[in-house]
């Protein structure tokens, strides 16, 4: 029964009524078969030293466009042990170890095991995996990149580590519930290159697709958390963070080109939009150390999917960038300025953020970029800008440069708010956020959790 595809068209009662019908279905037959799948007798897993060292450092490239370390390891933790928590609409799921530990980790697993599990989102005992683990992108990747991934991965250091449960509301919690999720919303999948398109595109377009899985942060979820297909990379949520639309309902206001998304995906900032933060630091922090070409034909294929290049669909973009200094930009926006909160968000401006943001001071290299170009504040949703209002802009450890310091010990949630509110206005000439105050509890309130 394959229903993904026919199922997104139907209304949310329909599917839920074949949820229920799925769920049941596949309750009746895991209870038969869970174990059914077991590799009998599985073949010893390879050797370490039975690996090319080619193929190992193939799959080290790999692997960082995959963020399987970023996934696989907890602050502070070691590489691939696992347990780092990863929050959904359905509670809590707990990375696995993935280091070659026999016991704790997947040191008895044969690359034919890796494989499914990569492609079919089943562990060695059978059993379906979350698709936070993000197989149906995965599912994508050639048997060979998969087999130089594995020959990474197994040659890792082994760590015994065991990982804390799961902790998932009902029916969630219930794996074989995973088999009905899947019947709706999951097909195994490979890459079918577009013969119309410049081999650079169709190698941008299977990297970012399948073990990049940008839509897995950037596609929007439906109830089930599964990604809404035909909005394809439109814009979508992770961790409280806004992950912006990468097609043409993009709201960064200088059009994105593939030079400039290249630098951006490369460096983690560009001086027409701004810096990565949040979620998508380790994302570009695995692609600094990813082959150029590859990080240029995910940029080639992404910035297609934004718009149609060409020379003409720069214009716009470049008069806004020469205009663009923070005093300037925005200026539209003026004649709604005048009310106490948006006076008071002014206030708190020129007292914290003018010294780094201040009038005058195009983007360099070494100056912010101009408030009013970045997607933070152009966003349909506030919430990158109240995090990084709260929580400040901190290079990854090792790294030199403390960039901005956060806020959420100085300034209330209500100052936040006007601040917050403030920059929209002066600064875009986008409609006002209308659910900043909540956003800024919400997010206040996950900074103390994590303490
Ligand atoms: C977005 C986070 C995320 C990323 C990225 C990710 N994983 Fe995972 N992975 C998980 C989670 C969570 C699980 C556990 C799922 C479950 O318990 O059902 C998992 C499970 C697995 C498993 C099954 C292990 C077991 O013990 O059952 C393997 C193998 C695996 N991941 C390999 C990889 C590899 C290789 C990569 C990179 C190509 C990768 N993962 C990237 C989150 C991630
Ligand atoms: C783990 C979640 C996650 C993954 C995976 C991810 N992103 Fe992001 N991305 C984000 C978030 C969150 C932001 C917003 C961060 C910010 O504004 O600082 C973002 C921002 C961006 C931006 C800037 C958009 C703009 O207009 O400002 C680009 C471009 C981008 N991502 C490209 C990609 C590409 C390409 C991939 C896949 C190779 C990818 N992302 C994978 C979470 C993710
Ligand atoms: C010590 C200097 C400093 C101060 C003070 C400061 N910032 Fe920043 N801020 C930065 C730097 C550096 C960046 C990174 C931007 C870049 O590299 O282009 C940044 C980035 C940002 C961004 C993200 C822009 C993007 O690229 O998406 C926002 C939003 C922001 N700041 C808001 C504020 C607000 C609001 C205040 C005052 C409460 C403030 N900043 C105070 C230095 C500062």
């Avoid at 042990?81 to 993935?98: K, R």
């Avoid at 997947?106 to 993000?134: K, N, Q, S």
């Avoid at 708010?417 to 209308?434: E, G, M, Q, S």
């Amino acid at each position: 029964m394959r229903l993904a595809g026919t199922a997104d068209k139907k209304p949310m009662n329909a599917r839920k009524i074949l949820l229920a019908a799925a769920l049941l279905l596949a309750g009746v037959i895991a209870g038969g078969c869970a174990d059914r799948t077991r590799v009998a007798a599985a073949p010893a897993p390879a050797q370490r030293t039975s690996f090319d060292a080619a193929l190992v450092a193939r799959g080290a490239r790999l692997a960082a466009i995959g963020n399987c370390a970023a996934c696989h390891t907890q602050p502070g933790g070691k590489a691939f042990a696992g347990g780092l928590p990863l929050s959904t609409p359905f509670g809590t799921i707990y990375s696995t170890n993935i280091t070659p530990d026999p016991d704790t980790g997947i040191g008895r697993w044969t690359g034919e095991e890796f494989l499914r599990a990569m492609h079919e989102g089943i562990d060695r005992g059978g059993r379906h995996l979350y698709p936070v683990f993000p197989y149906d992108h995965f599912t994508l990747v050639t048997d060979d990149d998969v087999a130089a991934i594995y020959a990474f991965i197994m040659t890792r250091d082994p760590v015994k580590a065991d990982v804390p449960a799961n902790r998932l509301t009902f029916p969630a919690r219930f794996r074989p519930a995973i088999a009905a999720w899947k019947a709706l919303y999951f097909a195994r999948g490979v890459y079918r290159p577009d013969p119309s398109r410049s081999a650079e595109w169709n190698r941008g377009a299977y990297l970012a697709e399948g073990l990049g899985h940008c839509g897995a942060c950037h596609t929007p979820h439906n109830a089930l958390g599964a990604e809404e297909k035909q909005r394809d990379l439109g814009g979508g949520d992770v961790e409280s963070w806004h992950a912006s639309s990468l097609t043409v309902t993009s709201p960064a206001p200088v059009p994105w080109t593939a030079d400039q998304l290249f630098d951006y995906l490369r460096g983690g900032r560009e001086v027409k939009h701004g810096i990565a933060a949040g979620p998508m630091s380790p994302v570009v922090h695995d692609l600094a150390g990813v082959a150029e070409n590859d990080v240029r034909a995910i940029a080639v294929y992404i910035a297609s999917r934004m718009r149609p290049e060409g020379p003409d669909a720069q214009k716009p973009g470049n008069a806004l960038f020469a205009s663009a200094r923070p005093e300037e930009a925005g200026s539209s926006s003026g004649t709604r300025r005048g009310t106490a909160s948006l006076d008071e968000g002014e206030g708190i401006f020129i007292g914290a953020c003018a010294t780094c943001h201040s009038a005058g001071l195009a983007a360099t290299d070494r100056q912010p970029v101009a408030l009013g170009l970045t997607t933070s504040i152009n966003a349909p949703d506030p919430r990158n800008a109240v995090h990084i209002t709260l929580e400040g802009l901190w290079p990854d450890p090792g790294e030199r440069g403390a960039l901005m310091p956060g806020f959420a010990g100085e300034l209330s949630d209500g100052q936040v708010a006007a601040l917050v509110d403030y920059l929209r206005a002066r600064f875009t000439d986008k409609p006002a956020w209308t659910d900043v105050p909540e956003r800024v509890r919400e997010i206040r309130q996950g900074m103390r959790d994590e303490r």
